[in-house]
């Protein structure tokens, strides 16, 4: 867990312009908990407790979400010049990092690992071939070594030659039996609880949330409906080719071990354009890989709203930054006070991080 | 305009199985439009209309239209065996010939004959090359002859090298006031009126209704939403490369001219799965390029609805079927029958076809 060794830089906050925005949206929300009530007088009347209406209650009272509120006010007021139409309220989450924890390995890479070991037994040849023998031998460092060229060819063993629907159920029940070594949960229940609570304050909003990732599309698909709400037709991500075909009858897409798309850096505002058709106005990160999305959000005109997460809380979840091998913060975080993007602060500004805490 | 020269082959339309569904939705809509009447007594309670209730009033009443109630009903009626889950009711169209007019060439082949046009001025050269000569002379055979070659060029000369904001104006400013030859009438006006009212009347049911064409993605989002309702997320299409870059300090996506995909024949369930990430359970389609789109639609289990639209209407639109040099329906209608899918004869079945009729 690399990233636990990393000195933390703590960085003010650049925010979002003013206060001149109010939440109006919670205060409605408030208004209309009150007209549910049954009429009751003066003192037996309860007050609304402020954890009801509180759309992001994981959330410290501070800046970031202060900022997070004043914007989804701002582009929801009608009338406003800063109004934007439902039908255009398009927000982009990454998600390693971002919606659920990436240390200290990206959950693909590590069903990517137990996927080479399950199949080691056809394949002898592993034992002797890198970067197979380092999977197999959970030589991380190897591993590493390997780059993007042995990434990429961990990938094709591990998620090609069978159809779509295999590769589901095998990423499925791959996710459903599978445990983070160090929480000893599975990987869905270590998604981050705030953020899911902003996702569903945005859709509460008008707004419609997609992911956008770095991760594999197919990866993602099976269970982002349900841990995040977000519909695989949602769902934007990295993918090797597939190919359809009919055997004995029945069609089928078989996947092919060829790259087709990488859904990274300055291919993420090109996946948003091709998934997605539509600018967004708000986008969501955490790395490096997110800069060039969070420039294509925020640098059109109008109120927009840049976020990244900074995991600065080593003891409950990780602290990382500019000096880690993978998600590493460095380009975007400098880029955050010149673009106004809410810098999050995992520690201070998370009162909690999982819904199981 | 070849296709009017066609024989017509009248084909018996294969049918939903049976008349065992009733149009549970149709008298569902009745009695509301009952029920919001004000309390009048006996003579004086006027009968709803049936053309007011009629979800699908350009429709004549025949077997075409009853499979398609019938398939709706089957599969909106919970708790039934075939219940399908309002997030799992994809349903995916084909656009050129499907829902709007194709003939004498499609749409964006007369948007890039008249973009170079506009641009010939630039490209002194063109006088003497081909495909771009033919294009310039209004040589349609010569066009012809220059096959999918001759087209990619003439899309790369036209839909490329400029930012994806720049070829929205084009695309735009060109739809507003380009007229089709025959129907002097703007392409979206040409869209077919039956087709609408089913993607509406799907929509109404909790069907999440995709374009999938072979044409350009980028040719289609900047309308599909006002002319079909059918917003910029849920269309597929074919498409060249983009580029993300930053140019004085603001991010742009750069149209490369360079194929990205094709979204045609096996291409469609590949597009399908890669954007949508479901299977659909009902497409329709009107050519042999449509044919995998069907074939992976219907062939999975379950009550599913393949359709394709016959262009049988010399007089009011076009006729041609199997002897085409695009749009060809001919292995998709052999197919037809032995997989049930709905054939629909426009002469006979389409009381209207466009909405200024």
């Known amino acids: 867990m690399p990233g636990e060794r990393i000195p933390m830089r703590v960085k003010k906050r650049p925010v979002m312009s003013s ?114 023998k380092a999977a197999l031998d959970g030589d991380v460092k190897t591993l590493a070594e390997s780059g993007e060229h042995g990434m990429v060819e961990l990938v094709m063993a591990t998620h090609a030659e069978m159809t779509t629907e295999e590769f589901q159920k095998i990423v499925t029940d791959w996710l459903a039996n599978a445990h983070h070594p160090r929480f000893k949960r599975t990987y869905t229940e270590l998604s981050y609880l705030p953020m899911i609570e902003l996702l569903g304050y945005l859709r509460a909003n008008g707004f419609k949330t997609f992911i956008v990732s770095g991760g594999g599309i197919e990866f993602m698909r099976p269970w982002t409906e349900q841990v995040y709400g977000v519909p695989p037709e949602q ?9 359809f075909q009919m055997r004995d009858g029945r069609p089928e897409l078989f996947r092919l071990a060829e790259v087709n798309f990488v859904d990274d850096n300055a291919g993420k505002p090109v996946g948003i354009n091709e998934f997605v058709g539509r600018r967004p106005i708000a986008a969501f990160g955490n790395s490096d890989g997110d800069l060039q999305m969070l420039q294509w959000t925020t640098m059109s005109g109008g109120v927009r709203l840049g976020l990244l997460v900074h995991h600065t809380d080593a003891v409950r979840e990780y602290a990382y930054d500019r000096n880690t091998s993978f998600g590493r913060l460095d380009k975007a975080l400098d880029a955050a006070a010149p673009n106004r993007w809410v810098v999050v602060d995992m520690k201070r500004e998370w009162k909690r991080i999982f819904a199981f805490e």
């Open 235 to 243: 769902v934007v991500g990295s993918s090797i080719k597939t190919k």
């Open 19 to 132: 206060n001149r925005f109010h939440s109006r949206v919670s205060r409605r929300a408030a208004l209309s908990v009150l007209a549910a009530l049954p009429a009751l007088s003066g003192p037996l009347l309860p007050l609304p407790a402020r954890a009801q209406t509180d759309p992001l209650p994981s959330w410290d009272d501070g800046a970031a979400k202060q900022a997070i509120l004043n914007f989804v006010a701002a582009v929801t007021r009608e009338g406003s010049a800063d109004f934007v139409p439902p039908a255009e309220r398009i927000a982009t989450f990454d998600n390693d990092g971002t919606l659920w924890v990436e240390h200290p390995m990206y959950t693909q890479l590590a069903f990517a690992l137990d996927r080479v070991k399950a199949l080691a037994p056809m394949h002898p040849e592993w034992r002797d071939t890198q970067p197979f």
